[in-house]
C-alpha cells in the first residue's frame, strides 16, 4: 500500500519554512500531496490558482510532490485522495492549541486519520507568510523568507499591491 500525506494550508505564498517541511515530509512518504485551502471566509492575497503555481514551481525537481486544492472538509478530501496522514508544521507553543484541536476533531471526524508533526527548522520559527507580506509590502528585502525561485513573482505581486 503506498503511504500517502497530505500537507494542508493557505500557502499565502509558499515560504521557506512550508519548502522545509515539504522537504522533508516527501522523504518519508511515497507521495505527499500539497493541498491549498480555498476558504471562502477569508481574505488571501494571492489566488488559489497563483498560489498552486508558486507551488509548483518551488519544488520542482522533487519527484513525489502532487499540489492540489480543496474546499470543505479536509477528511473529504484526504478520503478523495485516499490519504491517511495529515502533515502540520509546528513553529511556537502558540501553534500547538489550535493544532491540538484540530488534529482531535480530524480523528473524530474520521478515525483512520493520524496527524503527523513536524517540528520547525529553527531557522524558520518566526517566519509565516503573513510576515512575508507585511515586509515585502513594506519594500523590504524578503530574500531569505521564499524559495528563490518564486522570489520574483512574489516580490512583483506585493509591490503592484501599493
Ligand atoms: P501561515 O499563514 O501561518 O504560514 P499556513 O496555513 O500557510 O499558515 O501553514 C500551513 C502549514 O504550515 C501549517 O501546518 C503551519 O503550521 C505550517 N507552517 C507555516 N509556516 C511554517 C514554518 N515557518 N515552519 C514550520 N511550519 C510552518
Known amino acids: 500500500m ?3 500525506a497530505v500537507y ?4 499565502d505564498p509558499i515560504t521557506n519554512g512550508h519548502l522545509d517541511i515539504i522537504k522533508r515530509a516527501s522523504r518519508i512518504f511515497d507521495k505527499l500531496i ?3 485551502v480555498r476558504n471562502p471566509n477569508k481574505v488571501s492575497t494571492f489566488t488559489v490558482d497563483e498560489r498552486m503555481d508558486l507551488i509548483r514551481k518551488a519544488v520542482s525537481g522533487l519527484p513525489n510532490i502532487e499540489i492540489d486544492h480543496f ?17 502540520k508544521g509546528l513553529r511556537a507553543i502558540s ?8 488534529a482531535l476533531m480530524n480523528r473524530k471526524l ?12 529553527y531557522k524558520y520559527s518566526y517566519l509565516s507568510s503573513s510576515v ?3 515586509i515585502g509590502r513594506l519594500g523590504g528585502c524578503i530574500g531569505d523568507l521564499v524559495p528563490d525561485v518564486v522570489l520574483q513573482d512574489i516580490q512583483k505581486k506585493l509591490t503592484d499591491l501599493k
Not at 494542508?8 to 500557502?11: A, I, N, Q, R, V
Not at 501553534?95 to 484540530?102: G, V
Open 71 to 87: 474546499e470543505g472538509l479536509l477528511v473529504d478530501f484526504m478520503k478523495a485522495k485516499d490519504a491517511h496522514v495529515i502533515i
Open 8 to 11: 494542508p494550508g493557505s500557502f
Open 110 to 121: 474520521d478515525p483512520n486519520i493520524e496527524t503527523l508533526f513536524m517540528m520547525t527548522n
Open 34 to 36: 500539497v493541498a491549498v
Open 2 to 4: 503506498k503511504r500517502v
Open 95 to 102: 501553534d500547538f492549541e489550535y493544532e491540538f484541536q484540530m
Open 132 to 134: 512575508v507580506k507585511e
